[in-house]
């Protein structure tokens, strides 16, 4: 009997020493099921996101009837050989500023424009498909220079929406009665700032 004893309690020591040391095991399906610790309170948090600023014109390789420039993604040189005299293009753009800061869209260009040529741009249209903008364009002609000029005044934070029809419609007159080149890798520039 005392062997009976004694395998009877060596089998419920082992049997407790594995209860004891069993892990806990957590049911991610039951969110209520989990044990934290601590108390429970309320942790603030402040997450900075980063300032966007993308400008894009539309229609993208789209070549004006009779011309064989192609008006493509900002800050890209006009593709292709010619020189249209006037044609229009929509700027879209999406802008999330530090702090909820206003912005102005400017455009300009990376190299001097040859004398006796003039580029000149103006906003013609606003208009949102799908957009959060407020418009505030400049109505006025802006003659191209490497000089930063505003197309868009103060802007708070938003977005026209993607493609033509959208955003900023911007009218280009490039008036060049010498028939002038314009220097190898010319750009139009537009950018938020």
Known sequence: MSKQLLLNMTFFILVFQQTLGAQETINANNISAFILGGGQ???????????????DLEPENAIPAGNTVVV???????A?????STGDFWLNFTYRGANFQNARIYASTNLPIPSNMTITLQVINTASINGQFAANPNLSPVSLSTTAQVLVYDFANGF?????????QI?????NPNALS???????VF???
């Open 171 to 175: 009218r280009y007159q490039i008036n």
């Open 182 to 188: 314009l220097p190898s890798g010319f750009e139009m």
């Open 191 to 193: 950018e938020i700032k």
């Open 160 to 168: 026209t929406g993607d493609g033509e029809n959208t955003g900023y």
């Open 72 to 78: 493509s993604e900002a800050g890209k040189p006009f």
């Open 41 to 55: 309170e309320v942790v603030s948090a402040v997450l900075d996101l980063q300032p966007i600023h993308i400008v």
């Open 80 to 84: 292709g050989i010619g020189s249209p």
